[in-house]
């Protein structure tokens, strides 16, 4: 399984960007997906997390009512609509598929997800 990140740049705060991760091998549709970040200087940390179906999402405090995923599983993509973009939205982003069961009670955590993209810079400028 390979993921590809794109759509990461440079944004003004209360900017928008859209990121897109493209999914090759394996069953796409069957893949719980998550989104997750790393800033310098700190963790990783958990960004968003959609169901296989796209029926059930989960976000962090700090990006709910800012940021939507979606997926489109005739296209193997999973998206990231990131709106009002603050200076602490800057880090990598990161797509991943989920392992294992049980994705309503592990989706935050970055050990349950297995195969990674290569992320994408968002850098956001107050």
């Known amino acids: 399984v390979q993921l590809q990140a794109s759509g990461g740049g440079l944004a003004q705060a209360g900017g928008s960007l859209r990121l897109s991760c493209a999914v090759s091998?394996?069953?796409?549709?069957?893949?719980?997906m998550g989104w997750f970040r790393h800033a310098p200087g700190k963790e990783r940390e958990f960004v968003a997390a959609?169901?296989?179906?796209?029926?059930?999402?989960y976000y962090t405090d700090s990006v709910k009512g800012r940021f939507t995923t979606s997926r489109d599983n005739a296209k193997s993509t999973v998206s990231l609509q990131m709106n009002s973009l603050k200076p602490d939205d800057t880090a990598v982003y990161y797509c991943?598929?989920?392992?294992?069961?049980?994705?309503?009670?592990?989706?935050?955590?970055?050990?349950?997800?297995?195969?990674w993209g290569q992320g994408t810079l968002v850098t956001v400028s107050s």
């Open positions: 959609i169901s296989w179906s796209g029926g059930v999402t």
């Open positions: 991943a598929t989920f392992r294992g069961a049980y994705w309503s009670g592990n989706y935050y955590n970055p050990a349950s997800y297995d195969y």
């Open positions: 091998g394996g069953t796409f549709s069957s893949y719980d």
